[in-house]
C-alpha cells in the first residue's frame, strides 16, 4: 500500500517535472550588458545581423532587394529607424524619423531591471532594445517572439 506522504511527493516531482519542461528550452539565457554603457557607445549606424533576417523571412517577410534595415542614432538624440519591427514573430517594415534615449536600470518594479535599454520612440511606436557584447563587439538586441524560443533580433553597429 502506498503511503499518502509517497502520494503527496510523487505529485510534487511530477508537478516540478512538468512546469519545467513547460518552459521551451528552460529559460533564456542572460546576454545582457554587464556594465553601464554611455550615449557615445549607441551613436551611430547599426545594421540589423544577417541571423535576424532569415528568422524573419522564416515568417514570411520578403524585401525587396537593396532594402535598408538599420537605425541610425544621433548625439541630439533623433534617430533614424529603417528596419523592422517583430509583433507575433511577424515583422514589418518600418521608415521613419524618430528620437531615442539610453536609460540604465530600466523596468517595471517586479521584473529584473535592464542595466541598459534603449528606447526609441517613432510615431505612436515605442521600441526597445537592450545590450550585449560578443566578441568584443556592443549588439543591441531584443527577443524575436517567445523569450523561451532564445530567438533574437540583432543589430551591429558599423565602423
Request: charged residues 25%.
Given at each position: 500500500m502506498?503511503?499518502r506522504?509517497m502520494?503527496t511527493?510523487?505529485v510534487t516531482i511530477?508537478?516540478a517535472v512538468?512546469l519545467v519542461?513547460?518552459?521551451?528550452?528552460?529559460?533564456?539565457p542572460?546576454?545582457?550588458?554587464k556594465r553601464?554603457?554611455?550615449?557615445?557607445?549607441?551613436?551611430?549606424?547599426?545594421?540589423?545581423a544577417t541571423q535576424t533576417?532569415?528568422?524573419?523571412?522564416?515568417?514570411g517577410?520578403?524585401p525587396?532587394p537593396?532594402?535598408?534595415?538599420?537605425?541610425t542614432?544621433?548625439?541630439d538624440g533623433?534617430?533614424d529607424?529603417?528596419?523592422?519591427?517583430e509583433?507575433?514573430?511577424?515583422?514589418e517594415?518600418?521608415?521613419?524619423?524618430?528620437?531615442?534615449?539610453?536609460?540604465?536600470d530600466?523596468?517595471m518594479?517586479?521584473?529584473k531591471?535592464?542595466r541598459?535599454?534603449?528606447?526609441?520612440?517613432?510615431?505612436?511606436?515605442g521600441?526597445r532594445?537592450?545590450?550585449?557584447?560578443e566578441?568584443?563587439?556592443l549588439?543591441?538586441?531584443?527577443f524575436?517572439?517567445?523569450?523561451?524560443s532564445w530567438?533574437?533580433?540583432k543589430?551591429?553597429?558599423?565602423?
Amino acid at each position: 500500500m502506498v503511503s499518502r506522504r509517497m502520494k503527496t511527493s510523487a505529485v510534487t516531482i511530477l508537478f516540478a517535472v512538468v512546469l519545467v519542461a513547460g518552459c521551451g528550452r528552460y529559460f533564456a539565457p542572460d546576454i545582457n550588458l554587464k556594465r553601464y554603457a554611455t550615449e557615445k557607445e549607441i551613436v551611430g549606424r547599426w545594421n540589423l545581423a544577417t541571423q535576424t533576417l532569415q528568422i524573419a523571412n522564416r515568417g514570411g517577410y520578403a524585401p525587396a532587394p537593396g532594402t535598408q534595415h538599420e537605425i541610425t542614432f544621433r548625439e541630439d538624440g533623433t534617430c533614424d529607424f529603417r528596419s523592422i519591427t517583430e509583433f507575433g514573430q511577424k515583422a514589418e517594415y518600418r521608415n521613419a524619423h524618430g528620437s531615442w534615449k539610453l536609460e540604465h536600470d530600466a523596468g517595471m518594479q517586479s521584473e529584473k531591471k535592464r542595466r541598459n535599454q534603449v528606447s526609441i520612440r517613432i510615431n505612436d511606436l515605442g521600441i526597445r532594445l537592450y545590450l550585449t557584447e560578443e566578441n568584443g563587439r556592443l549588439l543591441l538586441w531584443n527577443f524575436w517572439g517567445d523569450p523561451d524560443s532564445w530567438e533574437f533580433i540583432k543589430y551591429d553597429r558599423t565602423g
